[in-house]
């Protein structure tokens, strides 16, 4: 039943490109709204034909199938004109984050390898200079070269080469147990069928007003773009910042929004009554507590979703929630196999935890120029095809009798702060460098219910001790700021189990 009913999610799907979607909508439904931005709207033919000229242009600067071209733009038009521009050039997208640290960006770019960096000018001011070519959407030479090429489609005799959805469609760097930030690779191939599981499990209509809330550095900004696109619906950029709390609600209100996902960490901030007229309410990117689905799912359609990077944004979701029990994960979407093993690849019965692997066409390719992290990672699956590959996602399941997975924890150091992922080992290497520290270990702390916190502990290299605001600004100027510590406490030494290892219940709460 496990191997067999429980994973039974085959489904005969067209593989397509991410952009093939906006096409297909421009073709059918060329005036419906397809992106809103603060007060601006752009129909699915104009943003189409604005990809096009711009996918033209990049294709001329040498973007192409397995290049990569990066993106460092603020959230909004501008960037999901490029992001599709780039990739019906053929090319994988790259989001830099202008606003994350200069080190990290530098490094990004340097691992990377892009073959071109797309901005504006603003921007474009405040990013490393490296010796890669920029392009500068709002130059006057830039956007009349533009203006003058068609806005058809752009086919493979002007690629290149030729787009196949094997090809890599974005590159995302996520936190580094070692203390570097390593780069997903991930292809078109799972796109279709996360498009149709998606509009199943989220209820998408035309009619249908999805919100864009994530940044592009993270992939649920795909999610986002797949919810809309794939169903002729609108995609809503509010503006180029973060929003939650009140103005989450508000946001809501103003744009009529009816589609939304958000980590649980900000729908508990969203004071009020739970009834803000949404269709449907998901939730993801960390472990969704029993009374937020309580709260919520008795006003709106809400819905638990699941998935890691590595394989193409969310490969599990839920029914909709009733709020009676602990919320489970759910169950493998369209072409997605979920397998809970033992230590020796054995499937577990259903109550018992194991590991997480996942198979399907969304798995990534791999880490960037990490062959032996892609093998570590990526294994044979002993349940398909010869050849075939599953996922080790570090994440701890156990069946339910109904069918239905359940999120147990991790069974490495790894972390979900706000839906971000934080490998607790990135941040102690890097407060580990600082000359005053001697050793750092970081954690996360709950000493008030529903306040989770990243608190960084370190002794001193000598006798001098460490300034917590200094290495605060350490931290920093290296790191995301979702990766900066909100406390850092100086101890003389790290309690130890019986065995030597650290014992990191008995670490001094905060005061």
């Not at 390898?113 to 830039?142: E, K």
Request: net charge negative; glycine share 10%.
């Amino acid at each position: 039943m496990i191997l067999g009913e429980w994973n039974d999610t085959g489904a005969v799907v067209q593989e397509r490109t991410l952009p093939s979607f906006v096409e297909e909508q421009a073709g059918r439904s060329p005036g419906a709204v397809a992106l809103v931005c603060g007060e601006r709207e752009l129909s699915y033919a104009e943003l189409d034909r604005r990809a096009n000229r711009l996918a033209r242009y990049l294709v001329s600067r040498g973007a192409g199938p397995e290049r990569i071209v990066a993106l460092a733009l603020p959230r909004g038009e501008l960037m999901m004109v490029a992001l599709l521009a780039v990739m019906k050039a053929g090319a994988a997208y790259l989001p830099v984050d202008p606003d994350y640290p200069a080190a990290r960006i530098a490094f990004m770019l340097a691992d990377a390898g892009p073959v071109l960096l797309v901005s504006d000018s603003g921007t474009a001011s405040r990013l490393p200079a490296d010796g890669i070519p920029h392009v500068l959407l709002d130059r006057g030479d830039t956007s009349s070269e533009m203006e003058a090429l068609p806005g058809v489609q752009v086919t493979d005799d002007e690629r290149i080469a030729p787009l196949r959805t094997g090809n890599a469609a974005y590159v995302i760097y996520t936190s580094g147990s070692t203390g570097t930030p390593k780069g997903v690779v991930v292809t078109h191939a799972g796109m279709a069928s996360l498009a149709l599981a998606e509009a199943e499990v989220f209820a998408v209509t035309p009619r249908s007003r999805v919100l864009q809330f994530s940044s592009p550095s993270f992939d649920a900004f795909v999610l986002e773009m797949l919810m809309a696109f794939p169903r002729g619906a609108t995609l809503v950029i509010p503006a180029p910042h973060q929003f939650a709390g009140v103005a989450l609600r508000q946001v809501i209100a103003d744009y009529r929004i009816t589609h939304v996902f958000v980590p649980p960490a900000v729908l508990a901030e969203s004071d009020g009554e739970p009834d803000l007229g949404l269709k449907t309410l998901a939730v993801g990117g960390e472990a969704c507590p029993q009374d937020l689905a309580a709260r919520w799912s008795g006003h709106t359609r809400m819905v638990n979703a699941y998935g890691p990077t590595e394989t193409t944004v969310i490969v599990t979701a839920s029914a909709p929630l009733a709020g009676d029990s602990v919320p489970p994960i759910g169950r493998p979407l369209v072409n997605t196999r979920a397998y809970v093993l033992d230590e020796g690849l054995r499937p577990v019965p259903a109550g018992v935890t194991g590991e997480l692997y996942i198979t399907g066409p969304g798995l990534a390719r791999g880490y960037l120029g990490l062959p032996g992290l892609t093998a570590e990672r990526f294994v044979a699956c002993p349940f398909g095809d010869p050849g075939q590959r599953m996922y080790r996602t570090g994440d701890l399941a156990r069946w339910r009798q109904d069918g239905n997975l359940e999120f147990a924890g991790r069974a490495d150091a790894q972390v979900k702060i706000r839906g971000f992922r934080v490998e607790l080992g990135e941040i102690e290497s890097v407060l580990s460098r600082h000359p005053l520290v001697d050793r750092a270990v970081v954690t996360v702390r709950q000493d008030r219910p529903g306040d989770n916190r990243l608190v960084a502990y370190v002794t001193a290299a000598g006798a001098t001790p460490p300034d917590p605001g200094k290495l605060r600004a350490h931290t920093a100027a290296i790191v995301p700021t979702y990766l900066v510590p909100s406390a850092f406490v100086l101890v003389e030494g790290f309690p130890q189990l019986p065995n030597g290892k650290l014992d990191r219940n008995a670490l001094p709460t905060l005061e």
